[in-house]
Nanobody
């Protein structure tokens, strides 16, 4: 079955940069848009960023625009999330997701999900 495996999370101080990676397997990667969501304790899962499969357009949540960058390497079947100038409010479990269409912000429409990687940002 399809697997999405995230890595790169950890405990960091505010202001630093972290890059998350998500490797896909058994997925026709070039036919799927890829995205990142996050869920903080006690909160609903929220959209962070996405990148389309066709024209590689990107979409960002307002809260991360200008600080986070999503990219993909189709040869490695990997999607990245470069997170700069991290803030304590970025603390969450970050999930990688795949959708067989143009990306959307509603999490319920995404088909495949990874297990998540924890990012904790201390003040």
């Amino acid at each position: 079955q399809v697997q999405l495996v995230e890595s790169g999370g950890g405990l960091v101080q505010a202001g630093v940069s972290v890059r998350l990676s998500c490797v896909a397997s058994r997925l026709p990667f070039t036919l799927f848009s890829m995205g990142w969501f996050r869920q903080a304790p006690g909160k609903e899962r929220e959209f962070v960023a996405a990148i389309s499969w066709l024209d590689v357009t990107t979409l960002y949540a307002d809260s991360v625009k200008g600080r986070f960058t999503i990219s993909r390497d189709n040869t490695k079947e990997t999607v990245y999330l470069q997170m700069n100038n991290l803030k304590p409010e970025d603390t969450a479990v970050y999930y990688c997701a795949a959708i067989g269409s143009r990306p959307v912000t509603r999490s319920s429409e995404w088909k495949y999900w990874g297990q998540g990687t924890q990012v904790t940002v201390s003040p």
